[in-house]
């Protein structure tokens, strides 16, 4: 009987594999949690049987699973608002777990812990759909921030003590270095957590500890000889990150129907999560913050969901933001410079901004608007009959009919219409980021609602649109915002002082660039900031 027994479970065993239920088990491909070992091969490995054998529900077991860069699977991909040529020339990305060209598939993770280390995209999902990743926690050994606590000022010194996730060195010469596995931060950037106000402020502060002569007088405990000490303040927080965007926290490219649920984000490297080219991404109940007990401050070195170029639907509802050095959601797309019309349907486009390039910007069929990038106004709308990639920086156009006369050469860009979704942000908290909570140029409908932005450092709501600068298109046509609740916004300069801020880049104000926006029923709890300041819109209802 015990023979009998043993065989029905091998037989049970290995038909979550094989079987029409489609549900398998990491463990039945061998990757096993709590090893301390670096399972990046196997578990991939095992995302690609998957997707051989049709397995629909991939289970994870609780415990923690280490991804390191050494097995990891590498891909040129452009990302974004990430990186220059000079900057980062290699857009070589170093990807942890990658789901590629698969589909209708779901990880449930049943509380599990990933763990990253080194320098890593941490997750890629490419050329796939049906996407449904739920219940586990992502986390870094050593987060790509460094964060220290000015624990004591004295005449002349200042006492650091260190994050234990956030390693150092201390050169020879006295110097204090900021160092990972495998890599040290070459380019600092620094925000101030003020522990008293709550505020993430821009600071120097950095500068001057890295000048000075530093000591170690304990393990994480150091000193360093700053000489003047008043822009020092015991309890305050140094966060440090470095500016170079050389990989992708989680990167979402050309995919569709994808849904991430009930997830504990708490550390993404460069640049958070990307969503590029995709359609129909969502975020449920997702918290984007350092995990409970880890003294930390940040979760993500720059933005949190980055989407550009994106369609269908966006959501984002029920999650939690806080401990980011920019923005929390950014939603745009790219303007394109006309560099020169080659024939009467023909135009050589040119990607301006210095970190976005390289990527697909138009597919045959797409809808363009060529837009005056003094007015931002829509003067022409075509179809793309073909698309001609010349170079990393340069894409020759065909569309399907004559080019106005107006439109001139270096006066107009050009955006994708088709790749513009629609919006809906809900039920989410913003906190602990000293620039915006939400960014936002689509012209299909969206809604911000019933959420708090708490402390945000510049505006709660930023509606922008700009063809000369960050060239992040385009016009709001369909918005509202209601029943959000925003405490002690804008403290940071370069907010004008708005909670809600509307204002395009344009230079002439013959017609709104934006129309039909309603802020309705919001609640401004502030001192000597505006809730709302505006240029350019037509159609405004605020109550």
Known sequence: MKHIRFLLVFIFAASLVSCNDKVANIRDFGVKPNTGKDVTADFNKALWQCREKGVKVLH?????????????????????NTSSETECPSKIKTIGLLLEDQHDFTIEGNGAELVFHGKLTMMALIHSSGIRLRNFHID?????????????????????????????????????ELVGEGWKTEYPHCVEYDAQTGYMIYSTNWDIVQNSHAEEIEKGLVKVHVGETSSFKEGNVLTVRDRIRDQVGI??????????????????????????????????????????????ILASSADFLHF????????????????????CINIHGTYLVLDEIVSDKQMKLRFAH??????????????????????????????????CRLSYREVLLTVNQTIPSEILENEYAVENLTWTPEVEISDNYFTRTSTRG???TTPRKSVIKDNVFDKVGMSGI??????????????????????????????????????????????????????????????FESEGREPVVYKSVGNLVVE
């Open 60 to 80: 994870l077991e609780k415990g923690v699973y280490d991804f390191g860069p050494d097995d990891a699977a590498q891909r040129e991909i452009f990302v974004s």
């Open 140 to 176: 870094c050994e050593r987060p790509g921030a460094s964060e220290m606590m000015i624990e004591k000022v004295n005449a002349g010194e200042v006492f650091l003590r260190f994050n234990k996730n956030s390693w150092y060195e201390i050169t020879p010469e006295g110097r204090l």
């Open 251 to 296: 990167l979402n490219l050309e995919s569709e129907d994808l849904e991430f649920e009930d997830l504990g984000i708490h550390s993404l490297h460069a640049i958070g999560v990307v969503s590029q080219f995709c359609r129909n991404v969502s975020f449920e109940n997702v918290n984007f913050e350092p995990r409970e007990g880890s003294g930390r």
């Open 308 to 327: 550009s170029g994106c369609a269908g639907k966006v959501v984002v509802h029920g999650c939690r933001f806080s401990g980011a050095q920019d923005d």
């Open 354 to 387: 210095h970190q976005t390039y390289g990527m697909q910007a138009f597919w045959p069929g797409d809808t363009i608007a060529l837009v005056n990038r003094n007015s931002l106004k829509t003067m022409s709308v075509a179809a793309v009959d073909s698309v």
């Open 438 to 440: 939400i960014l936002i």
């Open 462 to 523: 930023f509606i922008s649109g700009d063809a000369n600068d960050w060239y992040e298109s385009g016009a709001v046509k369909d918005l509202t915002i209601s029943n959000n609740r925003f405490v002690d916004c804008a403290y940071n300069n370069g907010s004008k002082g708005a909670m809600i801020l509307i204002e395009p880049t344009n230079t002439t104000d013959e017609t709104p660039v934006h129309e039909n926006i309603k802020i309705l029923g919001n609640q």
